[in-house]
């Protein structure tokens, strides 16, 4: 299923003109002016000086265009969107292990992992060459990673490390990526204080070993490329809680008074967040945060806009015949198809969203600590994309956690209907002497 994925996308990419969303194509720009040995233009150190959090995956850009290179490949565009393709099966790879790990019914397991399989494969967003498939595979890794338990020490210590690395390098791909290791701290700390386990301190310190190993790096990596340019997510962060904090109707921003009025100064951006939530009053704020909810999980905008595009790209062919001219018409607004395509995937959006309702009888029963960490990491990311930005892309790298759960509840439905059925079957076998 995982090379269907990977074909379907691969054709996709190659022959229905997909375009860039705006972020990824100032750092395409970046990346080809690195790769190519030409300066950077200002107007994209500009962006990126804002935008820190895309420097390093403008670094990852460089690197898939130079392996192109080197396998004799110009065309630099394409290059990305086939390590788009690839970056997503490997989280789709994961994420299979992970449902295999954590679920006794491999049939519901297989299920959960099929539905992830076809999201993913059909997603427009996760298609196209930006942090949302790029960071896949490594929340996926970091959670695989946590809720692994190897019983010898060097095994657990490499393990302890390798969450580290892999969460800190999908940190900076993309700031959610940081809601997995807050739940892992979390509940590693819970266990902690209950259990009195010391060998969790020497779990941590090894992680961070890791965080800061994997941070070294990274910043090395940005400074390969020889832009004046740093990480600074932490303060991104404050600039987003402000975009968050003004936000209008239904948590969609209007980009322009936003532009104009942002200061791009954390501390002020921040104080200017705090501000308009206290203006708003408890109540207002309240009203405020349904409707970014109602945005994230009930009005998912699929597929691309050709009218948004034509500023860079000239309008797709609707008229294309054979397997082209079908996915044009199918993920292109205006297309033949695209009705239809978007009332299957807001149908399976929906249900992805609705399935961890099952699993909040059996979950808050468990004692399984790895069951209660996805959990939190999914109420972490609704937490995450209503403080911010309230788009619902944000929680597409967290879509297997919303399916594990789901999945989870499904199972202990399935367990409750046949421990009744047992009940009854062993009940008439039984005999009441006189």
């Given at each position: 299923?995982?090379?269907?994925?990977?074909?379907?996308?691969?054709?996709?990419?190659?022959?229905?003109?997909?375009?860039?969303?705006?972020?990824?194509?100032?750092?395409?720009?970046?990346?080809?002016?690195?790769?190519?040995?030409?300066?950077?233009?200002?107007?994209?150190?500009?962006?990126?000086?804002?935008?820190?959090?895309?420097?390093?995956?403008?670094?990852?850009?460089?690197?898939?265009?130079?392996?192109?290179?080197?396998?004799?490949?110009?065309?630099?565009?394409?290059?990305?969107?086939?390590?788009?393709?690839?970056?997503?099966?490997?989280?789709?790879?994961?994420?299979?292990?992970?449902?295999?790990?954590?679920?006794?019914?491999?049939?519901?397991?297989?299920?959960?992992?099929?539905?992830?399989?076809?999201?993913?494969?059909?997603?427009?967003?996760?298609?196209?060459?930006?942090?949302?498939?790029?960071?896949?595979?490594?929340?996926?890794?970091?959670?695989?990673?946590?809720?692994?338990?190897?019983?010898?020490?060097?095994?657990?210590?490499?393990?302890?490390?390798?969450?580290?690395?892999?969460?800190?390098?999908?940190?900076?791909?993309?700031?959610?990526?940081?809601?997995?290791?807050?739940?892992?701290?979390?509940?590693?700390?819970?266990?902690?204080?209950?259990?009195?386990?010391?060998?969790?301190?020497?779990?941590?310190?090894?992680?961070?070993?890791?965080?800061?190993?994997?941070?070294?790096?990274?910043?090395?990596?940005?400074?390969?490329?020889?832009?004046?340019?740093?990480?600074?997510?932490?303060?991104?962060?404050?600039?987003?809680?402000?975009?968050?904090?003004?936000?209008?109707?239904?948590?969609?921003?209007?980009?322009?008074?936003?532009?104009?009025?942002?200061?791009?100064?954390?501390?002020?951006?921040?104080?200017?967040?705090?501000?308009?939530?206290?203006?708003?009053?408890?109540?207002?704020?309240?009203?405020?945060?349904?409707?970014?909810?109602?945005?994230?999980?009930?009005?998912?905008?699929?597929?691309?806009?050709?009218?948004w595009y034509t500023t860079y790209h000239p309008v797709p062919p609707y008229d294309a015949v054979g397997w082209e001219g079908f996915f044009i018409n199918l993920f292109y607004v205006g297309g033949a198809h695209?009705?239809?395509?978007?009332?299957?995937?807001?149908?399976?959006?929906?249900?992805?969203?609705?399935?961890?309702?099952?699993?909040?009888?059996?979950?808050?029963?468990?004692?399984?600590?790895?069951?209660?960490?996805?959990?939190?990491?999914?109420?972490?990311?609704?937490?995450?994309?209503?403080?911010?930005?309230?788009?619902?892309?944000?929680?597409?790298?967290?879509?297997?956690?919303?399916?594990?759960?789901?999945?989870?509840?499904?199972?202990?439905?399935?367990?409750?209907?046949?421990?009744?059925?047992?009940?009854?079957?062993?009940?008439?076998?039984?005999?009441?002497?006189?």
């Open positions: 299923m995982t090379l269907v994925v990977f074909l379907l996308q691969f054709y996709t990419v190659d022959r229905i003109y997909l375009y860039f969303q705006t972020d990824a194509m100032w750092m395409h720009i970046a990346a080809g002016s690195i790769v190519a040995g030409n300066p950077v233009a200002q107007n994209v150190l500009d962006y990126l000086a804002i935008h820190s959090q895309n420097v390093f995956l403008t670094f990852v850009f460089t690197v898939v265009m130079r392996i192109a290179l080197f396998f004799g490949v110009s065309n630099n565009y394409f290059p990305l969107l086939v390590g788009q393709s690839v970056f997503v099966c490997a989280g789709l790879i994961l994420a299979g292990i992970l449902f295999e790990k954590l679920l006794k019914d491999k049939l519901i397991a297989f299920f959960a992992w099929l539905v992830f399989a076809v999201y993913v494969g059909l997603s427009t967003t996760l298609t196209l060459p930006y942090t949302d498939g790029y960071s896949l595979p490594f929340i996926t890794g970091a959670a695989l990673l946590y809720v692994m338990k190897p019983k010898k020490r060097t095994m657990r210590y490499l393990r302890s490390f390798f969450l580290g690395f892999v969460g800190v390098i999908g940190f900076r791909i993309k700031a959610q990526a940081a809601v997995v290791l807050v739940a892992c701290f979390l509940w590693d700390f819970i266990a902690f204080v209950r259990d009195k386990d010391k060998a969790l301190l020497f779990d941590w310190l090894v992680i961070l070993l890791g965080l800061g190993i994997g941070s070294v790096i990274a910043d090395l990596c940005i400074r390969s490329m020889g832009m004046n340019l740093s990480f600074r997510e932490p303060l991104t962060l404050f600039h987003y809680f402000y975009m968050g904090a003004n936000e209008g109707t239904l948590g969609m921003v209007n980009h322009e008074d936003w532009l104009f009025s942002i200061t791009y100064d954390a501390k002020a951006d921040f104080v200017e967040g705090v501000k308009r939530i206290l203006n708003m009053g408890l109540f207002g704020y309240i009203d405020f945060l349904s409707e970014k909810f109602a945005l994230v999980f009930t009005m998912p905008d699929f597929g691309f806009d050709s009218a695209h009705a239809e395509y978007f009332e299957w995937m807001k149908s399976l959006w929906s249900i992805v969203m609705l399935l961890p309702l099952f699993s909040l009888p059996v979950l808050f029963r468990s004692r399984r600590k790895e069951e209660l960490f996805l959990m939190t990491a999914a109420i972490g990311i609704i937490l995450f994309v209503l403080l911010f930005e309230a788009n619902f892309r944000y929680v597409f790298s967290y879509v297997f956690v919303f399916l594990f759960l789901g999945a989870r509840g499904l199972e202990g439905v399935a367990d409750l209907i046949f421990a009744k059925r047992k009940e009854k079957t062993l009940g008439k076998l039984v005999t009441i002497p006189a």
